[in-house]
């Protein structure tokens, strides 16, 4: 059984920075981070592969974001620099088998959320 424990959300000013950890137990998957603001649909965020070397990220928050991991920790990060009051929302790490994608309705494991705020 996989499980997958979100944090490192908060309360941040525009502009600042956060990083966001998920550490998972059970085998080596890719993982992926979404986000959900009030009233929106759940949004791709960035994905990973199990090795590290594939990763993919939303248009939204290419080049302020990066996803990364730690096989030995069991451990992903996302790392999110410049943030702005529209990156505010439950951020939610997922794993999946196989190849990591867009698509959350292909991520079978799933966290319990963790909240960031921006304020402008």
């Known amino acids: 059984q996989v499980q997958l424990v979100e944090s490192g959300g908060g309360l941040v000013q525009a502009g600042g920075s956060l990083r966001l950890s998920c550490a998972a137990s059970?085998?080596?998957?890719?993982y992926g981070w979404f986000r959900q603001a009030p009233g929106k649909e759940r949004e791709f965020v960035a994905a990973?592969?199990?090795?590290?070397?594939?990763?993919n990220y939303g248009d939204s928050v290419k080049g302020r974001f990066t996803i990364s991991r730690d096989n030995a920790k069991n451990t992903v990060y996302l790392r999110m620099n410049s943030l702005k009051p529209e990156d505010t929302g439950v951020y939610y790490c997922?794993?999946?088998?196989?190849?990591?994608?867009?698509?959350?309705?292909?991520?079978?494991?799933w966290g319990q959320g963790t909240q960031v705020t921006v304020s402008s």
């Open positions: 997922a794993a999946r088998e196989g190849r990591p994608n867009s698509d959350y309705s292909s991520y079978a494991y």
């Open positions: 059970g085998r080596t998957l890719s």
């Open positions: 990973i592969g199990w090795s590290g070397g594939r990763s």
